[in-house]
């Protein structure tokens, strides 16, 4: 039962209206919608603190208040007896204390200690509040802290508000977690960091309880389709036509796929290949396989640029093979529709165009997902669902740490291709400011003279945050290098796009200056240089695959990655290291999961309170127990997991 705010005490017209515009209706959002933040009120030994550290006291204020005006700036001052010592206190900005407090008053005093100077500079003067130590910060304009740390106060001293449990009862017990409504109750009205942390507990575990049982319940929905009926000789003689032997990698990769095929039910595996170790290879492999078994493939690219790139790759080396190209700029496109229906093609390509609701297969048999992260999970889904078998390859050459992983594919679902083809050869990297510029443009003109093929990447067409940008940079290339500089970013029309590339790869000796839009799928074995601009506005990993546009045949090739800020220590380690794995995980690390994968838009991996990398042993015993839930014959009948059954029937939309 939904209690109203407006029958609660202390909610008054001018909160309410500010509450609904934020969406929040009843007791039990306003609840949902716990503090951003926390002020530690919790009191500081004076004894035993050191200079310059912030502290929090209680204190009596000692002398009336005084103040004065530096400029605009009010500071008000007063002496405060804190036990038995006088200590001067200043506040800057503060001119409302003068009306709010007086000589004699108890205090609460929060701000950095001089030691010597036995001094507080104060960032905050409060009542005493015995009973909240801990101030909830909520940041809601127009609604002071102390307002809805009131009404919180009402809502849980009333019985206001209804919690139900989401976490069954024996896991409650075995970790000995709060439940949900005390948990909430000590996130709003906590009386000590230890309860906030508490509460935190409760619901890392519960984050983690239910992004496991979303994962596990759609890993136990297979979809039964016979064993694909593959003809293995003919794979076999497509893979003996291949110019270099397959890396041990990549042949345990394919062993994989065939292995998942041989099921008796469909299969989803992510290929994680890094830059330039022939992923790419193993699902044409894999395609072609399914194809011999009488069935149809598609493969959905996030660019119309890769996706082309992958149409011509395919068309090399599949001669026998019907393969079509679909995007927004397709010619005769209800033909080719109509020609897909009846089964004609047995390899569809193309970007977001293959889900479009009049695009039809006859018999989908594999669906294949280049750069999977840069989807939304609903655009994945879509194309899926056009698959009867609902077979399923993601490729990324975005080096996916293994604990990310672990968790979202699982062990037996993840094959990872880290061995590079024998004629590759190591890029070297190195990281240089703005000034030693004419040291990059020297290797340039080097690389010029031997007819080779140059990249530049800024990170913005015009920006007045960055300073390198397409404009200010072409005009710099444009005066060192005179001809033979293209420009490619996302702005121009996709017709000139293809022209600008088909000229800069037919003009031996040329230079690209481009924003990130070739950061995938750029395949050109004579680009032997990259100069990255701004490298510090770029995560590693993004670096890492934008460094792979180069050395992509048997030519020594260079990657320059030009700062004009202090970036040392992570540009250092990419000059250092090839490994997308490594640097992967330092960019986990250092960014956090949702932006690693750029899965904001996928919602799955928001976490408000799980930490996917220090929490990683509560998504591990999450995992557990919920695997060890689904497999009990009850589940699905027992009343106890009414609620658990629920959300699988409406996350999983089934």
């Not at 009414?642 to 089934?654: A, G, V």
């Amino acid at each position: 039962m939904e209690i109203k705010l407006d029958s609660v005490k202390g909610i008054g017209p001018s909160m309410l209206r500010i509450l609904r515009n934020q969406g929040i209706w009843s007791t039990y959002d306003l609840v949902l919608n716990y503090p951003k933040r926390y002020e530690d009120f919790s009191i500081t030994s004076l004894d035993r603190t050191q200079d310059k550290e912030i502290i929090t006291t209680h204190a009596t204020i000692f002398t009336d208040l005084k103040i004065n005006r530096f400029g605009k700036t009010q500071m008000v001052s007063f002496k405060a007896k804190i036990l038995n010592q006088i200590i001067d206190v200043v506040a800057f900005g503060k001119g409302y204390l003068i009306k709010s407090f007086s000589k004699d008053e108890e205090v609460i005093i929060k701000g950095t200690y001089h030691l010597f100077k036995r001094q507080i500079n104060a960032s905050t003067v409060i009542k005493v509040d015995k009973k909240i130590p801990m101030k909830p910060i909520y940041g809601i304009e127009g609604i002071h802290d102390k307002t809805m740390m009131n009404v919180m106060e009402e809502i849980f001293s009333s019985n206001q508000v209804s919690i139900y449990e989401t976490i069954p009862k024996e896991y409650l017990e075995k970790y000995k977690l709060l439940n949900r409504l005390e948990a909430y109750k000590m996130l709003h009205l906590p009386k000590s960091i230890a309860e906030i942390h508490q509460a935190e507990r409760r619901f890392k575990y519960e984050e983690a309880f239910y992004l496991q049982l979303k994962l596990q319940s759609q890993k136990q929905i297979n979809h039964l389709r016979p064993p694909k009926t593959y003809d293995i000789e003919k794979v076999r003689s497509l893979i003996s036509t291949i110019p270099f032997e397959l890396t041990t990698d990549q042949k345990e990769s394919v062993n994989d796929i065939f292995r998942d095929f041989k099921k008796d039910h469909a299969s989803y595996r992510l290929i994680q290949g890094d830059v330039g170790s022939g992923k790419t290879m193993v699902a044409l492999i894999a395609a072609y396989a399914v194809i011999t078994a009488g069935e149809q493939v598609s493969l959905m690219a996030p660019t119309e640029l890769l996706a082309n790139q992958h149409y011509q790759y395919f068309k090399n080396l599949l001669k026998d093979v019907n393969i079509a190209l679909l995007t927004s700029k397709t010619k005769n496109k209800n033909q080719l529709k109509e020609d897909v229906s009846q089964g004609k093609i047995d390899l569809l390509i193309g970007t977001h165009a293959l889900i479009e609701n009049d695009v039809q297969f006859k018999n989908l048999g594999l669906v294949i997902i280049d750069e999977q992260h840069k989807f939304g999970v609903n655009t994945r889904d879509e194309l899926i669902l056009k698959s009867s078998s609902k077979d399923v390859i993601y490729l990324t050459a975005t080096p996916i740490p293994r604990t990310l992983a672990m968790i979202a594919f699982g062990d037996s679902h993840v094959s990872i291709i880290k061995e590079k083809p024998k004629h590759r050869i190591l890029i070297e990297t190195k990281y240089i400011t703005k000034d030693r510029i004419q040291e990059m443009y020297d290797l340039m003109h080097s690389a010029i003279l031997r007819k080779e093929h140059i990249f530049l990447v800024v990170p913005a067409i015009t920006s007045e945050h960055v300073t390198d940008n397409i404009e200010t940079v072409y005009e710099e290339i444009k005066e060192e290098f005179g001809s033979h500089v293209f420009v490619l970013h996302g702005k121009l029309p996709y017709e000139e796009k293809e022209l600008v590339m088909e000229k800069f790869i037919y003009t031996p000796g040329s230079i690209l200056l481009s924003t990130t839009m070739i950061e995938v799928g750029i395949d050109i074995p004579t680009a032997t240089f990259i100069g990255i601009y701004a490298a510090e506005s770029f995560g590693l990993s993004q670096l890492h695959q934008l460094r792979g546009r180069v050395g992509r045949g048997s030519l020594h090739s260079f990657c320059y990655l030009v700062s004009q800020k202090d970036d040392v220590e992570r540009l250092e380690l990419l000059s250092k290291t090839n490994d997308g794995f490594q640097l992967s995980e330092y960019d986990l690390i250092a960014r956090g999961p949702g932006d690693f994968l750029g899965v904001q838009q996928s919602g799955y991996l928001k976490f408000n309170f799980l930490d996917l990398i220090t929490d990683y042993p509560v998504l591990i015993e999450a995992q557990k127990n919920v695997q060890e839930l689904l497999s009990k014959p009850d589940f699905k009948t027992n009343s106890a997991y009414k609620y658990l059954n629920k959300y699988i029937l409406e996350s999983l939309k089934i």
